[in-house]
């Protein structure tokens, strides 16, 4: 930075009248300098501040087949320190997507990220989304097919079943002798 302003300040100093900086006085012989006066505007740059996950209120809807997706996708925000809303249903869609209402998009992006969703699949709510309590939210999950994939469903059990072990038997006949012939 401080290079740009030394080159900015040579350039307006050469250029600034077309002169010598230094002129000579006919009185005394003394050497008067002049120094034009140069105005540097630098601008400040600030650090977009992050908003506290906490104050994000996150409501996701099941828009996919899968029992329970918008209950485990809501019990995983809540765990990652998002300010959740009770779950609910969305149309049924293809896609998954993160809508977010005005100056939301920052927090949408990050959810979209914690769920491993594509930027892309970031937008601005619509008017009329078509899911119940989406005006109480800052941003909205909708989960389709490819977030559905991921619920975790309960492991199977089964019922170890022992089989009564194999028997065999064998039957000898007795010996039997001819009477010798005679």
């Known amino acids: 930075m401080l290079v740009v302003v030394v080159i900015v300040l040579g350039v307006v100093l050469i250029r600034s009248d077309g002169t010598n900086s230094r002129s000579r006085s006919a009185v ?3 050497t008067a300098t ?3 006066t140069v105005n540097v505007h630098v601008r400040a740059t600030t650090t977009p501040t992050t908003v506290p996950r906490s104050s994000v209120n ?6 996919s087949t899968t029992t329970g997706a918008a209950a485990f996708f809501t019990t995983k925000l ?3 320190g998002w300010s959740t809303l009770a779950p609910t249903t969305a149309p049924k869609g293809t896609v998954s997507l993160v809508y977010y ?9 990050s959810v979209a990220a914690a769920l491993g969703l594509k930027p892309t699949s970031v937008q601005p709510i619509p008017a009329s989304p078509g899911i119940t309590g989406a005006t109480a939210a800052d941003v909205v999950v ?3 097919p490819s977030l559905a994939s991921q619920v975790a469903t309960p492991a199977a059990t ?3 079943t022992t089989a009564a072990p194999a028997t065999t038997s064998t039957t000898t006949a007795p010996a ?5 012939a005679g």
């Open 34 to 36: 002049t120094v034009p």
């Open 58 to 63: 996150v409501l996701v809807a099941n828009g």
């Open 28 to 30: 005394h012989g003394t």
């Open 142 to 144: 909708v989960v389709g």
């Open 158 to 160: 089964t019922t170890p």
């Open 101 to 109: 209402a005005s100056a939301q998009q920052k927090a949408a992006q």
């Open 78 to 80: 809540k765990a990652a």
């Open 176 to 180: 039997t002798t001819a009477p010798a």
